[in-house]
């Protein structure tokens, strides 16, 4: 069955990086979008950005824009965010999800990772 | 501030049917789709709705969305105390190129 699985929680320092990577299996990794998605404490949830595994290509929130980055391993069927410079405000769970795009047509985001606790803090 | 507004919460007893509401902000033309998502306590979000009314396979057709204009709601009808969590609507936003989520409902099941 089609699966997303994180990478574990980490601890950050204010001003450091974290790379979260969202390993996928059942399916074909690089014909489906990828989103990170996220949840700060105490707030809802919020979008992030988006990569297309085939080429690479990405789109990022322009909150976001400078400070994130998203990559991907073909090779083993992984996606990763990484998020630099951060901040106390960046404390939150992140999360991947599989975007069904079937010729131009958006379904959704119909399969997520378990999500990723990211700690900032001195 | 939210470019899609949620009501912050909702309630209902068990069998209610209980509806949420997602207004879309005056810029936008109403020309999008809209997408809602459950997120339950300690788990990821899932999807419930897609393209405005459209149920993924295996989603209970307890649950419905529908859409005017700018505005959009999901209806939750049979209503279970599993249901308590918080509901978000969703659009992709042309302007912005990105995804944009309301603001998020409480649901809590009385």
């Known amino acids: 069955q089609v699966q997303l699985v994180q990478s574990g929680a980490e601890v950050r320092k204010p001003g450091a990086s974290v790379k979260v990577s969202c390993k996928t299996s059942?399916?074909?990794?690089?014909?489906?979008?990828i989103n990170w998605v996220r949840q700060a404490t105490g707030q809802g949830l919020e979008w992030m950005g988006w990569?297309?595994?085939?080429?690479?290509?990405?789109g990022y929130a322009q909150k976001f824009q400078g400070r994130v980055t998203m990559t991907r391993n073909t090779s083993i069927s992984t996606a990763y965010l990484e998020v630099s410079s951060l901040r106390s405000e960046d404390t939150a769970v992140y999360y991947c999800a599989r975007v069904i795009m079937v010729r131009g047509v958006d379904y959704g985001m119909d399969v997520w990772g378990q999500g990723t606790t990211v700690t900032v803090s001195s | 501030q939210s470019l899609l507004t949620q009501p912050p919460s909702a309630s209902g007893t068990p069998g209610q049917r209980v509806t949420i509401s997602c207004s879309g902000s005056t810029s936008y033309t109403g020309n999008f789709y809209v997408y809602w998502y459950q997120h339950l306590p300690g788990t990821a979000p899932k999807l419930l709705i897609y393209r405005n009314n459209q149920r993924p396979s295996g989603v209970p057709d307890r649950f419905s969305g529908s859409k005017s204009g700018t505005s959009a709601s999901l209806a939750i009808s049979g209503l279970r105390s599993e249901d308590e969590g918080d509901y978000y609507c969703?659009?992709?936003?042309?302007?912005?190129?990105?995804?944009?989520f309301g603001g998020g409902t409480k649901l809590t099941v009385l």
């Open positions: 059942g399916y074909r990794f690089t014909s489906y979008d």
């Open positions: 990569m297309n595994p085939n080429s690479g290509n990405t």
């Open positions: 969703v659009i992709w936003d042309d302007t912005l190129s990105g995804l944009v």
